[in-house]
């Protein structure tokens, strides 16, 4: 196995940062499935394209196919551990761009509709960033 993927694959964590990965794994899928397939409440990618082209992130539809289809594929690869260090560096960007052109002039709450969730969701994210897929992971069976 090359140096690159040994390294992408590799983990140094525990139990604790796969229990992280895969909850913060089922929001992000979760969240993506409302964008993409309107399920759990969410508008789907009409309603979606048409909110992010109000908030001036154009063209919509192509900014919700990109934060919609990251959210749940990079949600479902945390869940199992495969790749899971691209999967939190794109859901890392994409938190960042959440916190940054919707919740950062709200302040830090929720009830204000602020960045807090959005800003543990890149914590959660970072870490898996860092520290690799965790003990039950793909990613950890594949690089043994």
Known sequence: MSPLIKSILSTRAGYGL????????????????????????????????????SIGLAPGTLMAVLSGGTEFFAGLA????????PAALGLTI???VAI???HIHNGLFMANNGYEFALALLGG???VLLEGAGKLSA???ISR
């Open 18 to 53: 796969t229990i992280l990965r895969i909850v913060v794994g089922i929001v992000f899928a979760a969240h993506g499935s409302q964008k993409l397939f309107g399920w759990f409440g969410g508008y789907g990618l009409a309603g979606t394209a048409q909110w992010m082209e």
């Open 78 to 85: 945390l869940i199992i551990g495969l790749l899971a260090r």
């Open 94 to 96: 994409l938190s960042l």
């Open 100 to 102: 940054f052109s919707v």
């Open 125 to 127: 994210s970072l870490a």
């Open 139 to 141: 990613d950890g069976a």
